[in-house]
């Protein structure tokens, strides 16, 4: 290349894209026809000038860079540092695609001869394969990947699709764990094929995500999760010694640890998932990541590469949380103060995804000691508002929103939305715009919401919301989606419902329908008892909680088939709460292995014996539960009726003088108990023995049945 060319490609002035392409192709027009012998100089000014070629990339001189490519592919190693040049040109180029120039960069790389040659090479590369070589494969790779990133209409092309699989294979193979375990701790560097197999291809494969992510996913999860875990296993006695290198490798090795990972891939591979999770828990505590990752991350890629590996690790962890035996292991860990100084890192995605892990495994007993409760919400509500803006974030919007279903059975967090009142809003958007998914998000926000109400400043809020009330009227009598009707119906019970009626059941069954196996039958077996039995087989919808308010008040008792499913449905709280305030004689049976109540749950079921039907046989368990509601159809006198504090006043009026004293210090008493402040037992039982001395008119009053000492406290 004449120098003449060279110094006017250097001289040229970038400011003025229109100018800026006029000349270059003046320029470009006194060079050879062919330019081939050229074309080293040619690249080699165009990477050094850091010339913006993306505004000219429809030139001829591209074209031929592209099908020079494929010419060298077949040619001796002597050709491979100019493949190498090209692939790091168009690997630039990549950095500035959009939306304006997408089509262009299509039309340049959309050829399905480049890309049969990078599967062939693919299929043949290895340790010994030439430098450049190597490195060029990896540049084009990775042009492929950033001008498809976050387009899978793109993505789905079928000349571009056929790329991913072989890139899985490269990936999948022994050289993989090869490759990683010759890294040392302390290696600084890594070699050009230890960063094609252990970054660039899994960077490739964990940013594609078009229809075929799932057969993607479950490819690469074969080998991925069970290598992962011997090669976690070599490294982390070394943690606090690793170098870059290794936290780089690390990074996309957890992070398709991720990939694999969602809800089918972590119970067909629950055992690796188990395993693994051990390890990348470790990762979590390293005390040299914690460190880089609390200093400026703008400070060297060491800090970077360490921020990043704990903010996939944190991720991987909550992806975990999907799978009920890895969540109640995370629970059984008290991994609190792990996650607790998660939420103070620098990146702020790792904050998130540590809040997103609390919300599963924090109990409400977690949520009143933590004084930053107010935190927990700004963060969800922030991330609400991105998630809801961003059309790219829409699977990112529906964990949102599963977090908050259970972060909302927590009364801390109901009381700071109803502080934070642009939550509500935002819940509201989601439960109401028609560019939501009426099942995924809609009804999700709506069940949170219906949570939310059992804090009186949201219920007031939401009274005052004319529209939003509206929008549930309307939605109750046309909308064609039962489950939509369903929960419409239910926050406007708890917005204006509640009436009183008489007896008719002698139970009713308050369950959660993913829990219906146990619980029907338990019904067929009351029926054929002959018990009077009220329950919803069908689910119902419409003025279901209408129906279900009159069930509680027309029967005797209830009982609470606790569960995780129970304790996270709005319905199912809904109903509990108001048998309790009803003091409706509570049966509490457990109906999951191992559930353990807590908040709204423990606090209504923690003075009361459970009937556990996953530790008895069936008859056993049954048989205790008919001995309960016999119990209480015996009469008020040996019943086991709750009084809840908030409703003494309703209790029948005691019209002996003598025992007036009494009644006004046993609503002094039940004060104290709702500051949590003691219990009064002792008091409860010489009450009982002196009503049962006193004739009262008309009618006996209630006992409180003395074998179950402790009632519940407001903590």
């Known amino acids: 290349m004449s120098s003449t060319l060279s110094m006017a490609l250097r001289g040229l002035d970038h400011g003025d894209k229109k100018i800026l392409r006029t000349r270059f192709i003046a320029i470009m027009s006194k060079a050879t026809p062919d330019y081939n012998e050229n074309l080293h100089e040619i690249v080699d000014v165009l990477i050094e000038t850091n010339f913006p070629c993306v505004h000219v990339i429809d030139h001829p ?16 190693a002597d050709e491979f540092h100019l493949l190498y040049r090209i692939g790091e040109l168009f690997s630039r180029m990549a950095d500035y695609v959009d939306d304006k120039n997408i089509h262009l960069f299509q039309q340049l790389f959309t050829d399905a001869t480049i890309i049969q040659c990078l599967i062939r090479e693919l299929s043949s590369v290895s340790l010994t394969s030439h430098d450049s070589l190597i490195s060029g494969i990896g540049h084009l790779i990775d042009t492929y990947r950033k001008f498809q990133r976050f387009r899978p209409d793109i993505q789905d092309n079928v000349i571009l699709s056929s790329l991913i699989m072989p890139i899985v294979n490269f990936v999948k193979s022994a050289e993989y764990k090869t490759s990683f375990l010759r890294l040392s701790a302390k290696q600084d560097e890594i070699t050009s094929f230890q960063k094609l197999i252990l970054v660039t291809c899994p960077k490739y494969i964990v940013s594609f995500w078009c229809k075929r992510q799932p057969d993607v996913a479950r490819a690469a999860a074969e080998e991925t999760l069970s290598r992962s875990s011997d090669i976690l296993k070599y490294f982390l006695p070394t943690i606090d010694g690793w170098k870059e290198s290794v936290i780089w490798c690390m990074f996309y090795m957890v992070w398709l640890c991720q990939y694999s990972s969602d809800d089918c891939l972590l119970v067909d591979y629950s055992v690796q998932h188990t395993k693994l999770l051990d390890y990348v828990l470790k990762i979590v505590q390293g005390k040299k990541l914690l460190y880089l990752e609390s200093q400026d991350p703008t400070s060297g890629n060491l800090q970077k590469r360490a921020s990043e590996l704990l903010c996939y690790a944190t991720l991987y962890i909550y992806a975990t949380t999907f799978l009920p035996e890895l969540c109640q292991k995370l629970k059984e860990y008290n991994i609190t103060s792990i996650l607790l100084r998660l939420t103070k890192a620098n990146y702020s995605k790792t904050q998130f995804h540590a809040y997103r892990i609390l919300a599963v495994v924090l109990s409400s007993d977690d949520i009143k000691q933590l004084a930053n409760a107010a935190q927990i919400t700004t963060v969800f509500i922030f991330y609400l508002k991105e998630s809801i803006n961003l059309t790219s974030t829409r699977s990112r919007l529906m964990n949102l929103l599963l977090n908050l279903k259970n972060l909302s059975q927590h009364d801390e967090i109901k009381a700071e939305f109803g502080r934070q009142v642009e939550g509500l809003s935002l819940l509201i958007q989601c439960a109401t715009e028609s560019q939501f998914d009426p099942e995924k998000v809609q009804l999700c926000a709506l069940e949170i919401i219906m949570s939310l109400t059992f804090n009186n400043e949201v219920e007031a809020w939401l009274r005052q919301n004319n529209i939003f009330v509206q929008y549930l009227q309307t939605l109750t009598s046309t909308s064609n989606a039962p489950y939509l009707q369903k929960v419409a119906g239910g926050i406007l019970w708890r917005l204006y419902g509640k009436t009183e009626h008489e007896f008719q059941y002698d139970v009713m069954i308050s369950y959660c329908h993913k829990d219906k196996h146990i619980c029907h039958r338990i019904h067929e077996a ?41 304790y996270l449905s709005p319905y199912c709280q809904a109903e509990a709460k108001y048998a309790f305030e009803k003091r409706r ?35 056993t368990a049954y048989t205790q539960v008919v001995s309960e509601i016999r119990h209480s159809k015996a009469g008020w006198k040996n019943s086991s009726v709750i009084l809840s504090p908030s409703k003494m006043s309703e209790a029948p009026a005691m019209r002996e003088g003598g025992l007036e004293s009494t009644v006004a210090s046993l609503q002094k008493r039940v004060e104290l108990i709702d500051s949590g402040i003691e219990r009064i037992h002792d008091s409860l039982n010489w009450i009982m023995k002196a009503m049962a001395r006193v004739k009262m008119a008309n009618e006996d009053p209630p006992l409180i049945e003395h074998k179950q000492t402790t009632l519940p406290s407001k903590q």
């Open 61 to 76: 001189i591209f074209i031929l860079m592209r099908n020079t490519l494929v010419d060298i592919f077949q040619k001796p």
């Open 585 to 619: 004689c509570l049966i509490p049976i457990r109906v999951q292995s191992g559930y353990k109540a807590d908040g709204w749950l423990a606090f209504i079921t923690t003075c009361l014996k459970y009937v556990d039907f996953t530790k008895m046989d069936f008859d």
């Open 526 to 566: 009351l029926n054929a008892d002959k018990f009077r039995v009220w329950i919803d087989r069908e689910e119902m919808h419409g003025s279901m909680m209408e129906v279900m308010a009159d069930a509680i008040k027309q029967s005797r008792c209830v009982l609470i088939c606790m569960s995780d499913n129970y």
